[in-house]
């Protein structure tokens, strides 16, 4: 969507008008006093936005990775088949330094996708890393748009160096693409920075011989969380539209466990209490001896934009007569996790422990902060 501080151009004048905005801001700094604009581009970054807003991502990611950032945005009530808006705004970073971003803002109908390309490589900054960043509810904005989205999306990828979503894989359709552009582009994920300290926290809970031993034995697997979403499911809704109202954080948690259990999903069902139950098997050559129970509960607590989602996750081994648990929940209104471990450690035996339970740091990470990572591509490495 348009900003306040940008200005509608034809899409001809885009290099024109940045041209105006920068003798513009000479003319300002010349009779000023303070602390010159630095002018710096490290990247092309182009946000297919949906309906959430962008404007606050990029002032921050501004501060801190000066770019020039494209808005893409497919909107079937405006009244051109492309509108295009330009504007620059001056950041101070935190050494105090002011850093100067250009942003483009691309608006376009759904049938006229096809000009998003050619539009958006006429004003890139050459030699300088193209990063294309994947909102959350891009492909959900136009009704029936799946084809036009994977095509679009398939064209954008032949000249990104980086692609970032918040999914642990990439969309569907990027087989269809040559080695060579496989090759250049580096695939990201948005969320892995945060579920990162819920994965340090998991890995952590199982690195000890009995509690590793008692895995073997793995049930169920319950995951609690929130979401802005208020819409309620019936037993036996489809569980891809259930999935699609999960905030990706979430989804990306549970695929993390799957892979590091190797467990592979056969069944998902929505239950009467409004649950997802996901029933996964375990891979050949695992350790785990039979099918695990994977449970998704939304559950009522006020949640910021700026957090993880995830409330708690608990693993139950064994049977109720002989049973193991582990847990890690988030404490309402702080950032400490408290896991706590214990219960029968093993079936043929009458031995059992006390719960441990301890509380752990475990501050919030904000999607900015998520994203620049993902972009600088900061190394995480946590295993169960």
């Not at 850093?99 to 376009?108: C, D």
């Not at 049938?111 to 030699?127: K, M, Q």
């Not at 199982?206 to 929130?226: A, G, M, P, R």
């Not at 339970?357 to 900015?368: C, E, L, N």
Request: include cysteine; aromatic fraction near 6%; charge should be negative.
């Amino acid at each position: 969507m348009k900003q306040a501080h940008a200005k509608i151009v034809s899409p001809e004048n885009v290099a024109a008008e940045f041209e105006k905005i920068r003798r513009q801001a000479n003319v300002d700094e010349s009779g000023a006093s303070n602390q010159s604009v630095v002018r710096a581009t490290l990247a092309n970054v182009i946000f297919l936005a949906g309906a959430e807003d962008i404007a606050p991502v990029i002032s921050q990611l501004g501060k801190q990775l000066p770019s020039r950032f494209f808005t893409v945005e497919i909107d079937d009530n405006i009244e051109e088949s492309v509108v295009v808006s330009v504007g620059a705004q001056s950041l101070e970073n935190s050494s105090g330094q002011y850093l100067q971003s250009e942003e483009i803002y691309i608006q376009v109908k759904a049938n006229n996708v096809d000009s998003i390309p050619n539009l958006l490589l006429s004003n890139l900054v050459p030699d300088i890393d193209v990063v294309i960043v994947e909102c959350d509810d891009f492909s959900k904005v136009h009704s029936g748009s799946d084809e036009i989205m994977k095509v679009l999306k398939e064209k954008l990828l032949k000249f990104a160096d980086i692609y970032v979503s918040k999914d642990l894989t990439p969309f569907v359709g990027v087989e269809s693409l040559g080695e060579s552009d496989m090759k250049r582009c580096s695939f990201r994920s948005w969320s892995i920075p945060l579920i990162a300290k819920w994965c340090a926290i998991i890995s952590e809970q199982f690195n000890s011989d009995h509690v590793l031993e008692s895995l073997k034995d793995l049930k169920e697997i319950n995951i609690e969380y929130t979401s802005a979403n208020q819409k309620v499911f019936e037993h036996g809704a489809d569980h891809n539209d259930y999935l699609k109202n999960v905030p990706t954080d979430v989804t990306s948690l549970v695929s993390w466990i799957n892979n590091c259990l190797r467990l592979e999903i056969n069944k998902q069902d929505v239950q009467k209490d409004g649950k997802l139950y996901v029933q996964a098997s375990p891979i050949e050559n695992t350790f785990l001896t039979s099918d695990v129970k994977i449970t998704l509960n939304k559950i009522d607590l006020n949640n910021t934009a700026n957090v993880s989602h995830v409330k708690s996750v608990v693993f139950m081994m064994g049977d109720s007569n002989n049973s193991f648990e582990v847990a890690c929940r988030y404490l309402d209104d702080s950032n400490l996790v408290e896991v706590s471990n214990g219960g029968s450690l093993h079936n043929q035996t009458e031995e059992s422990c006390d719960f441990y339970v301890r509380r752990i740091p475990a501050p919030q990470i904000a999607y900015t902060d998520a994203l620049l990572m993902a972009i600088r591509n900061q190394p995480i490495d946590c295993k169960i």
